[in-house]
């Protein structure tokens, strides 16, 4: 069980400098969580490389990125990119003439989930397939990153792989019943988890989101060496979650969206990183408040506890900082909608009883029920409700606000390691707000 360690203090000034090295370990896609790292790291003059995790061919085989492929990557990062695939996970390996578990899922119907069989043998093959592939690329990755980096850089190593869903129809029925399913449509997430694709989930879920950060401070270990020789400084961050503070009835209060079956495996990356501090090597995870990108989409309901960001922004960086904010978010609102009323909406569910009666730190992740349900995805279409254009949110600004504040938190928090698993919640974003160093953000 992870101790849980809110960020109290804005961290000092990283001693990063020209000619030190951001390594992102997974590519970007739009704009997330890295995009921030990715954005503090060039403002304070350091060299961004990228990786990418390739592209499959009309025959399932993976390759690298092509040239086009290549120069949109590139240009997305603002920074050059080690065009060595490091997809993760083994959905689509085949071994010994097996087919691979996405093919052997291609006629899986939704109803039949809790019987579906596989191949005997076959998804431990694959997962042993798949990880010895992603070993032997990130040996490459290493090989070359020897090459491009200079011995007397000091260098922050991010991994930012997450989720796992094996690649099969099946599963976007079965994932928008288990999160979005009300009535009829409800699914209980606990149900699934426990079924044949519930547990190949789990199983892909550690692969993708968990083990790859293992293997990246495994698969780096000469750089490491060579950096202990010059005496610079190899460090390693994650992105995870498990649950924020909000402010809730005017206090900060721990929350968790529910359910957040990905959970499981964030707290075996918690584990990782834990391991490897106690080895002496430099690694954290960050465990960052929920934020709504395209990839977020799947678990409506995730973006109300954002909502309460902007009460805590006012009450941490004052009404001179705060009050620019509330007035592009009143903006994006439907006449006679009001930031006041938006976030008396969010807040009366973040304190309901049937929140407070699953919401228990040390059982987290928690399953969903179906009065729990259907109460957060009312509160969200109720909240969406309120806005004048769906396609510009209140929680898209407030999103794009965490990013780019946990991407200094990390950044700087990388260089003094306070522990290897930390919580930036809002009361620290709205510190740093307060602080010189959050300047432009807001």
């Not at 992740?365 to 279409?381: D, F, I, V």
Request: with cysteine; charged share 20%.
């Amino acid at each position: 069980m992870t101790d849980y360690r809110p960020l109290q203090q804005l961290p000092d000034p990283a001693g990063y400098k020209a000619g030190d090295v951001l390594v992102l370990v997974g590519e970007l896609f739009g704009r997330g969580y890295a995009n921030g790292l990715v954005d503090e790291a060039r403002r304070v003059g350091m060299t961004v490389i990228g990786t990418t995790v390739g592209r499959r061919d009309n025959g399932g085989a993976l390759r690298p990125l092509n040239a086009e492929e290549l120069a949109g990557a590139e240009a997305l990062l603002g920074g050059s990119i080690i065009n060595i695939p490091l997809e993760a996970g083994f959905d689509m390996e085949i071994v010994d003439g097996i087919p691979s578990l996405a093919e052997q899922l291609k006629k899986a119907r939704p109803d039949d989930f809790a019987t579906i069989t596989f191949v005997e043998g076959s998804v431990e093959k694959a997962c042993a397939a798949g990880t010895a592939r992603f070993r032997s690329h990130l040996a490459q990755l290493e090989n070359e990153l020897l090459k491009r980096i200079p011995a007397d850089a000091n260098i922050l190593l991010a991994h930012s792989m997450a989720g796992g869903i094996p690649r099969a129809r099946v599963f976007m029925p079965l994932l928008n019943r288990i999160f979005k399913g009300t009535g009829d449509k409800y699914l209980a997430s606990e149900v699934f988890w426990k079924s044949p694709l519930g547990r190949l989930c789990d199983t892909s879920f550690n692969e993708v989101t968990a083990d790859t950060f293992r293997y990246l401070i495994e698969g780096t270990a000469a750089i490491r060496k060579r950096s202990a020789s010059v005496g610079t400084r190899v460090s390693y961050s994650a992105y995870g979650y498990h649950g924020t503070e909000v402010l809730v009835n005017g206090q900060y209060r721990w929350q968790s969206y529910t359910p957040y079956v990905q959970g499981f495996a964030k707290m075996r990356l918690e584990e990782i990183a834990s391991e490897a501090t106690a080895s002496g090597i430099h690694a954290t995870v960050y465990n960052c408040p929920e934020i709504q990108t395209n990839s977020s989409a799947l678990f409506l309901g995730v973006e109300i506890s954002l909502y309460p960001l902007l009460t805590a922004i006012r009450l941490e960086a004052g009404e001179d900082t705060s009050l620019p904010l509330v007035n592009r978010c009143q903006a994006m609102l439907k006449e006679g909608a009001t930031v006041a009323g938006l976030l008396e909406r969010a807040d009366r569910y973040l304190s309901s009883p049937i929140l407070e009666q699953i919401t228990d730190f040390p059982t987290w992740p928690q399953h969903n029920s179906r009065e729990q349900a259907e109460l957060m995805l009312t509160a969200s279409t109720e909240l969406l409700e309120m806005h004048s254009d769906q396609k510009q949110l209140v929680c898209a600004e407030l999103s794009r606000i965490v990013f780019l504040a946990t991407g200094r938190l990390i950044l700087h928090g990388s260089w003094n390691q306070e522990s290897p698993v930390v919580w930036c919640n809002h009361d620290i974003i709205g510190r740093l707000l307060a602080d010189q160093r959050g300047a432009g953000i807001v």
